[in-house]
């Protein structure tokens, strides 16, 4: 998909409630999964053992960490929303987050960004966006969450 680009990030505070992007698919590898684990400590079998899981886990195979399809936002919304005169933005936290549905390894997921909100700060906005993350083949998304960012021009 083409990365939506906005012209200035002014241009932003009267897009609230459309949707404004979509990202492109990624596959969330076997090898991803394991990088994460090994990133985070979090070795749990349901991720990391594919042989266990195949034969233990009710999803018939590993699957991705939450954790790990959450922190996929940060690149999708960065592969696929520019505003021209944001010079830099740092995540600025959560307000709900839910994992509705499991990624399996060798899935392809990407992210639709709705925005959700536009506020002015000293130097740039507060932008909070509506994200879901789809699970390709899947009517289930994996991730629901509401993002907040600060842009800065």
Same mark, same amino acid.
């Given at each position: 998909m083409p990365k939506t680009e906005i012209a200035r990030l002014a241009d932003l505070a009267g897009r609230v409630g459309e949707e404004l992007a979509v990202s492109d698919w990624l596959e969330?590898? &076997?090898?991803?999964?394991?990088?994460? *684990?090994? %990133?985070?400590?979090?070795? &749990?079998?349901?991720?990391?053992?594919? *042989?266990? %899981?195949?034969?233990?886990?009710p999803y018939g195979g590993t699957i991705a960490h939450g954790y790990l399809t959450l922190s996929l936002l940060a690149k999708f919304a960065q592969d696929s929303v520019k505003a021209g005169d944001v010079r830099m933005g740092v995540n600025y936290g959560l307000n709900r987050v839910r994992f509705t549905a499991p990624v399996r390894a060798g899935k392809s997921v990407r992210a639709r960004f709705k925005l959700a909100a536009f506020e002015t700060i000293p130097g740039g906005a507060q932008v909070t966006w509506a994200a879901t993350v789809e699970i390709d083949g899947s009517d289930k998304p994996a991730c629901i969450a509401e993002m907040v960012s600060r842009w800065y021009v």
């Open positions: 969330v590898s &076997q090898e991803r999964i394991m990088q994460f *684990a090994e %990133a985070t400590g979090d070795h &749990q079998w349901i991720h990391t053992d594919p *042989a266990r %899981a195949a034969k233990e886990s």
